[in-house]
């Protein structure tokens, strides 16, 4: 079995290896370009890890695993498109060093590409494995319909924001998570339970994301810490506010500022009145004890699942 | 056996009841309203007949068909975004009356969908499927992309160009053969036949389109008869002008005139003078009689070739 950072060296060293065609280079070398950005990698490990808690044969799962990651990225080229994004990892977005049309083009590709990976995988457990993954696309694809939809909407609720990250978010690594366990032989129980883990891990570390947005260590956080409130984002943070406020107040929330620095200063300061951070990691650690629940019922012997207890723990505690 | 207007209604039919979910509205309207558009579905309807030439049980290819359709559309409604376009089909184009952003991930999801239609043949030919269809819908992305970096070049080949319509246009009309094929129960010398039919068919079939819009009936055609010329496309018409022409000529081809009308008027004599519809019907009956080898050497009775024989027919003599 592998640590969490051998397996992410697996696919650091595998993604290189990746043969796209050489023509037409524009439509290519974006993909090469991000893929190689980087990021924790943490959606296909998860798949290997998975895989790992069933087989000893882990390299059975990569070509799955590259499939999510090419898939992730893949909603990351079309994403930034969308929300008119400058900057990925600190780097040019696809859009703005190819230009939009090359960024459509490109992504389409890579769902391509991502579907060329899976088909790669055991005849035996291809049907269920091309099941898992579009029914997983398809719900990120909905999340990020809902995530748009939301910024025109001023009557959001605290469930259908739930209901949007578990879409946008959580489902991939709930589909990580069942891909690499159906790879690695797992019984439906267990895949089923596997991705109901990465499901409720996907929910918790995306309000870990929304809380490290406003409170992250501006040291370590790597973004600018209260983009989310400067870009009027409608995060758990802000939802939970917005419904415990006096009236008078809703101005600090959802008014004018004299400045970004002065607008993340004072809606802070009115999270902390209403204890917001607090509300938000309770609702977190409601979800990764869910999480923590389908775990301890997976039938894997427990020291399988060390390193998985161990990435979890990784995920939970980063500070960016 | 079916002639292919039965086969275009079994399409017409199957189209309405597939079932997408209801939300998020926004995501899901836009590909019923799309698929809904019509069109003669020349590309499902060659699903079925390439299955039909092996098996009577052509419902078997219905799902496969599905997916060749709903991926020719999803590529209408991305291209449609790079290209700008307002109509598709006399009716506004997704992104006119969605967004852009809608657009783009209404699209994405298509992809998604088009992998679910596939994945429900039988397990037997799953892998075959997939990879056939994989790499059609590579080319044609690759098609796309060298259609749009021609915009921006003035040394485009005549080779090039048939390259570039060969991965934008053909390769899926040969891949719809070879996917019938294979779900028909085709050995793989019979499937490869049937993908050279299609692949020369479809340079045939653009090259069509190309005298088509310029020499096309003003009554029948059902788009404004020089659109090309008025675009300045690169069509085979245009680079075989350019290459014959005397610099003197030039300026006709390549420079400004008074009027759209002028300009079609002034290109379209200048076609005349040097014998440029002959030209691309020369290349175009090229590739055709290619096709029809293909199909003389496919190893099934001849009488089980008619339909396919009167569907070439129909595509090559179309008026629109």
């Known amino acids: 079995m592998h640590n969490p950072t051998e397996l992410q060296k697996l696919i650091e060293n595998a993604i290189p290896k990746i043969a796209y065609p050489a023509n037409p280079a524009n439509l290519y070398e974006p993909i090469k370009y991000i893929m190689s950005l980087g990021g924790k990698r943490i959606r296909p490990v ?59 083009l490109s992504g389409d590709v890579m769902m391509v590409e991502s579907n060329k990976h899976l088909s790669k995988v055991d005849i035996g457990v291809l049907k269920p494995v091309l099941d898992t993954f579009n029914q997983t696309a398809q719900g990120v694809c909905e999340g990020q319909q809902l995530d748009m939809e939301f910024e025109t909407r001023d009557d959001v609720s605290i469930e259908e924001y739930i209901e949007m ?104 300061a009115l999270y902390n009145n209403y204890n917001i951070k607090e509300l938000a990691q309770t609702q977190m650690k409601q979800y990764l004890a869910k999480a923590y629940q389908g775990l301890d019922m997976l039938e894997v012997v427990e020291n399988r699942k060390t390193y998985l207890r161990e990435l979890t723990k990784q995920i939970m505690e980063r500070e960016n």
Chains 1, 2 share one sequence.
């Not at 799955?64 to 969308?82: K, P, Q, R, S, W």
């Open 46 to 104: 998860m798949v290997l890890m998975a895989t790992e808690l069933f087989t000893d044969e882990v390299t059975k799962a990569l070509d799955v695993a590259l499939a999510i990651e090419t898939f992730h990225n893949f909603t990351l080229v079309h994403d930034d498109i969308m929300d008119n994004a400058p900057l990925r990892r600190g780097k040019q977005t696809v859009h703005e060093k190819w230009g939009v049309n090359n960024a459509i």
């Open 165 to 268: 990250i578990r879409l946008k978010t959580a489902v991939l690594l709930g589909g990580a998570m069942k891909l690499g366990a159906i790879v690695g032989g797992a019984d439906e129980k267990n895949a089923e339970l596997l991705y109901q883990f990465g499901e409720n891990l996907g929910v918790a570390f995306q309000l870990q994301d929304d809380i490290l947005d406003v409170y992250g260590d501006p040291e370590k956080f790597g973004k600018q810490v209260g983009g989310d409130i400067i870009a009027n984002k409608k995060t758990f943070l802000h939802l939970k506010a917005k419904a415990l406020i006096e009236p008078t107040e809703t101005d600090i929330l959802l008014g004018e500022h004299e400045s970004a620095t002065q607008k993340v200063e004072a809606v802070t």
